[in-house]
């Protein structure tokens, strides 16, 4: 494995005072987390950070540095700013959509005592006046661009789109996705374009560290309200079936982050599809799952669905159920869910959490390429597992297994995989 070096012109190391304010350290340069080990950034891992990633500081975890005139890592606790001796926090990004991080933030989680809310917190320094971060792109899709998202158009077209339909509790559910939540699904919905969401249901046969919906940790807040009732067939098929005759490329998308498992609602949704079938053939109808259950998928696929995005951390057992922590079903549940969607003509596609110095490790990635080989899955979403990155690392097993790096990773499957696509975003399919 090539030895990393860190780069000439690294950016400044950022910490925030106890209130909060963001400042770059004058002699202290960024550096970022593999797992739990700081390590060299290169000028290939860093990007300008884009204008609508977010930045948030830790509070109780001074922030690491890289010392260039000792040639070694720093934590620093306190530092003299505007005069006044202060305590100092590590500073995080959280990238926009469609970027994968490389590097966790450099941060002593020694003193916390509390479970950080659910967010992709990634490496970031300040130089020539901009902030860069330490991640790469793997999917540029406009659809998915912040930037054609205008709330002065949303609200106007939610009183268009409510005037034209009957309400119902589906609907009003939504409605707050859109603006509550800010869920660019929900906001789809109404701006009447590409994909929307059709949450179904309550509960779950998972337990996910992270998940986004149900937390019972009380230091930690649920990043999503999870809806408390059963949608009528009736509502759903309205909704779908409008969103697909009258979308540009629509998709319609069971399994959202505000809901438990759509595979525990499998009757309703396979009902519901064949109805929406049975009305319009437009458009793409996909499912969102944890994949736990073979068997209701392959009823539901048969009712008429086109495209499965099935979540998993890892492709290894041990980190699979440390994380998701499945109740009824395990590990070689998944698989089969993935092999049985592609070899029932489904569009198969993996919803990869991935998290530097756990997914980057040669044995994840003999795992992973082996599971590609026996399923044949045709996209590889590169998500950032969006979690307390101390919970996560102490709750997964312990491993000696080297990390060649998120990017390298990337780069390894690409080539060992060119027929599968890789990217962030479900895809239509007509
Ligand atoms: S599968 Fe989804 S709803 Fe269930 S625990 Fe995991 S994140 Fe939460």
Not at 45 to 58: G, H, Q, R, W
Request: some cysteine; glycine content about 6%; charged content about 25%.
């Amino acid at each position: 494995m090539k030895r990393r070096r860190h780069a000439k012109n690294l950016p400044n190391m950022l910490y925030a005072d106890p209130k909060g304010r963001v400042y770059d350290h004058p002699h202290y340069k960024m550096t970022g987390f593999s797992g739990k080990t700081p390590q060299p950034l290169s000028a290939d891992d860093l990007i300008p950070m884009p204008e609508y990633s977010k930045l948030f500081f830790i509070p109780d975890c001074p922030a690491v540095g890289w010392d260039p005139s000792r040639k070694e890592y720093v934590t620093v606790p306190e530092v003299e700013t505007e005069g006044a001796l202060t305590k100092s926090f590590a500073v995080a990004a959280f990238p926009e959509a469609g970027l994968v991080r490389s590097h966790l933030p450099a941060a002593d989680y020694r003193r916390k005592t509390y479970t950080l809310p659910m967010w992709g917190y990634t490496a970031v320094g300040y130089g020539d006046d901009k902030y860069w971060i330490a991640a790469f792109r793997v999917e540029d899709n406009a659809k998915w661009d912040p930037r054609n998202y205008d709330d002065r158009k949303l609200v106007p077209a939610i009183k268009r789109y409510v005037k034209q339909s009957s309400s119902g509790p589906l609907l009003n559910h939504l409605i707050a996705c859109a603006t509550t939540n800010h869920c660019f699904a929900a906001k789809n919905l109404f701006l009447r374009r590409w994909e929307a969401p059709m949450p179904v249901s309550r509960g779950c046969n998972s337990s996910c560290l992270g998940c986004l919906s149900l937390q019972k940790d009380p230091s930690c807040e649920a990043s999503h309200q999870r809806i408390s009732f059963k949608p009528t067939r009736e509502e759903i098929v309205s909704i779908a079936v409008r969103h697909l005759n009258e979308a540009p490329e629509p998709v319609v998308s069971f399994g959202q982050g505000c809901e438990g498992e759509p595979l525990t609602e499998y009757r309703l949704i396979a009902e519901s599809i064949r109805e929406i079938r049975r009305r319009t053939d437009r458009g793409t109808i996909n499912l969102n799952t944890n994949g736990s259950s073979p068997e209701r998928i392959r009823m539901i696929a048969e009712s008429g669905l086109d495209s499965i995005r099935i979540s998993m951390n890892s492709a290894r057992k041990g980190f699979y159920e440390a994380y998701y922590r499945p109740k009824g079903y395990g590990f070689k549940d998944v698989v089969a869910s993935i092999a049985l969607s592609e070899d029932l003509g489904l569009y198969t596609m993996v919803n990869y959490l991935v998290f530097p110095g756990i997914t980057d490790q040669e044995a994840e990635i003999e795992a992973l390429e082996k599971l590609i080989r026996k399923t044949g899955l045709h996209f590889l979403h590169l998500k950032n597992l969006c979690i307390d990155p101390q919970l996560y690392l102490d709750s997964m097993p312990a491993s000696k297994s080297a990390a060649v790096g998120m990017k390298t990773m990337a780069g390894m499957l690409a080539k060992a995989f060119p027929g599968m696509d890789m990217g962030y975003f479900n895809r239509p399919l007509r």
